[in-house]
């Protein structure tokens, strides 16, 4: 059963016509039919399943909604990422797709010192985040904000009790650094925010204004140096790894 993305759906409502852009993607490209069941979903965690009306059109389809749900799939914990974007966008766009599908709540595209890519284009990375949500069928979108300087971000990041910093400078043993998994196992309120660096790292002076200045806490993801993309998935994984070993 397809999912449609309709931020406008109202909890109240019984009928409900599709918008433009997906209205033709469910005529034109998948073509389906009056009597058809869909699933639909706000981004906000309402889950409905309709079935399409016989008078939809190419332009707008039109559904009867049959049942609904309100927090569906709704995870036990929040995550933040906050992560420089690769110097190749696809490395980029790849890690929105596949933290979206793991389960994230919000992205923020970082610029640091040490950074290559200078700019990025929310609305494409949007799109990409949309697109994985459909594809995973969740019923929340993440949030994906604007570029953000470093110094900006640590400004705005107090409301996380957990923060971690995960970075590769050899100033900072690895046997000093706290191992990610494990700090969110033990976490007694799952929310984290992760900051991971560009390529070329964070510099000195970032890394010092994370755990210095903001209450950062270095981690280690494991021993093989990850690239910056995999780094970012794999804090996915080990939040939502940690929330379910939390509830067992």
Not at 116 to 137: M, N, T, W
Not at 236 to 243: F, G, T, Y
Request: aromatic content about 6%; proline content about 4%.
């Amino acid at each position: 059963m397809h999912l449609f993305y309709t931020p406008d759906l109202s909890p109240q409502e019984s009928l409900h016509t599709l918008g433009a852009e997906e209205s033709r993607h469910a005529a034109g490209v998948l073509r389906l039919r009056a009597g058809e069941r869909v699933r639909l979903t706000d981004g906000r965690g309402a889950w409905c399943e309709a079935e399409i009306l016989p008078d939809s059109s190419a332009r707008e389809v039109r559904v009867r909604i049959v049942a609904r749900e309100a927090e569906h799939g709704r995870k036990p914990y929040r995550l933040h990422v906050a992560i420089a974007p690769t110097k190749n966008s696809d490395r980029y766009e790849w890690f929105l797709e596949k933290a979206t599908e793991i389960g994230v709540d919000r992205i923020t595209p970082l610029l640091c010192e040490h950074s290559e890519r200078k700019a990025v284009r929310r609305d494409r990375g949007e799109k990409i985040v949309l697109s994985a949500v459909k594809q995973s069928l969740k019923a929340y979108v993440p949030r994906l904000d604007e570029l953000t300087t470093f110094r900006d971000f640590l400004a705005d990041t107090y409301i996380y009790k957990y923060r971690f910093v995960a970075h590769c400078d050899e100033a900072t043993p690895l046997q000093e650094r706290v191992e990610l998994s494990g700090a969110m196992e033990a976490a007694d309120e799952k929310e984290f925010c992760v900051l991971i660096g560009p390529e070329g790292d964070f510099s000195p002076a970032e890394i010092a204004a994370a755990k210095e200045g903001a209450g950062f806490v270095p981690v280690s993801l494991g021993e093989s140096r990850l690239r910056t993309e995999t780094a970012g998935v794999m804090a996915a994984a080990m939040a939502q790894l940690a929330a379910r070993t939390a509830h067992r």
